[in-house]
């Protein structure tokens, strides 16, 4: 078998979604996706990837995940490393069409049916505008369904812990801290806005008691005393963890604030590859490594990471708040993971517009996930994906 030609495709509707498509001379088309910056992760797989990979055995993917970057690109999240990942899942899931095997069953077998599920709570059009940046990405005050969680958690959290539980969810996550930081450029947080953040967590509390679990997402938006000083307002609501709270440029200052709070840290998925990850393990105070395989390189690097934080003996935890791709290989490599306890899914998308998308969706039940049926990922993209208006597609062929 032989790769004979590479096809990305974009939507008007979904500007930072990018979906890739690996044919073969033998039949099989695996499917991959990355988010964000769609243009430049396309530009890196047509001009990069496409040369070295067409030709070649699809099957030999270890081999092929050096010459998946080129020459630069090789540390963080950037277009390379993302238009990297996209082509590894498409790999793996060409696999396991060609044997007729599921994606968790190539990686070792699935060590657990199904996987515990949080909820992070956005809306139907969170980070549907292009670029991501801010409030402006929101989404706020639509009426697209009845999960129109963000508004929900900034006005009525305790209604919404509820709503969840009665889904079978018990963890979410919510970010109202994000307006402070955007007022301050992350440099100060006063009393007042800091009693603000902390309603949803007392409104949480008193209505559901300890039957949900929280996390708080700081985006990376915080210097680390305003980092530290939010993460000991936390404690008395004992989250399960408090994610990404300072830019993750300097590794070293996640260190300082896991040491200087007892609410547990978690931080990753905006890092590229198993060498970044090795730098956060070594900081060895983090209580929760994320990564994202959308950005990190794929199925292929995204086990090792999960190999390697168990032998630090910190849990892994798959971020999705992306694309029906990454929830699906994400739920697979969860599946096979010994070390991770509970997968992301944002239910606005999952019961929205995911399925606009896919053919179908790993099953969610009573809070629980696990994979689809059928080999590879288990999906495909819908049939008239390539022909919507707004569509673009572009191929790179033998």
């Not at 080129?70 to 790999?91: H, K, M, N, P, W």
């Not at 969860?334 to 179908?360: D, K, P, S």
């Not at 993209?381 to 191929?395: C, I, Y």
């Amino acid at each position: 078998m032989k790769v004979t030609a590479l096809e990305t495709i974009r939507l008007e509707d979904f500007p930072n979604l990018l979906w890739v498509q690996v044919e073969t001379d033998e039949g099989p088309v695996g499917l991959g996706e990355t988010f964000y910056g769609a243009t430049s992760a396309e530009a890196h797989i047509h001009g990069i990837i496409a040369p070295y990979l067409l030709g070649k055995d699809p099957l030999r993917m270890e081999q092929h995940q050096a010459h998946l970057i080129g020459y630069l690109g090789f540390t963080g999240a950037g277009a390379e490393q993302r238009g990297r990942s996209a082509v590894d899942i498409a790999l793996w899931d060409l696999w396991g069409k060609a044997s007729g095997q599921p994606i968790h069953q190539l990686l070792g077998g699935a060590v657990r049916d199904d996987i515990r599920v949080y909820n992070t709570c956005a809306g139907y059009q969170y980070v549907r505008s292009k670029p991501v940046q801010g409030t402006a990405n929101f989404g706020l005050g639509g009426n697209e369904g009845p999960y129109e969680d963000l508004e929900a958690f900034l006005n009525i959290a305790d209604e919404l812990a509820e709503s969840l539980l009665e889904m079978g969810i018990t963890a979410m996550k919510i970010w109202p801290f994000d307006f402070a930081a955007e007022a301050s450029s992350g440099q100060y947080i006063s009393a007042a806005d800091l009693e603000t953040a902390l309603k949803p967590f007392e409104k949480i509390r008193a209505a559901v008691g300890d039957k949900m679990d929280i996390m708080a997402e700081l985006h990376s938006m915080w210097n680390r005393p305003q980092a530290v000083k939010i993460a000991r307002a936390l404690e008395e609501f004992e989250p399960l963890w408090v994610e990404d709270p300072v830019f993750m440029d300097h590794l070293g200052s996640l260190g300082e604030v896991a040491r200087s709070t007892a609410s547990p840290i978690a931080v990753g998925e905006t890092r590229g590859g198993v060498a970044d990850y090795r730098y956060l393990l070594e900081i060895d105070a983090l209580s929760v490594i994320i990564a994202d395989l959308t950005w990190c390189g794929g199925l292929t690097e995204g086990r090792k990471i999960a190999t390697l934080c168990d032998a630090w003996h910190v849990p892994a935890a798959f971020h999705d708040c992306t694309g029906p791709v990454a929830l699906t290989a994400s739920t697979h490599l969860a599946l096979h993971t010994r070390n991770c306890f509970i997968q992301e899914m944002v239910r606005a998308f999952y019961y929205g517009w995911y399925g606009e998308l896919v053919t179908q969706l790993p099953p969610v039940e009573n809070g629980r996930i696990r994979a689809p049926a059928g080999p590879g990922l288990g999906l495909e993209l819908q049939p008239d994906v390539r022909t919507r208006p707004g569509a673009q597609t572009r191929r790179s062929t033998l």
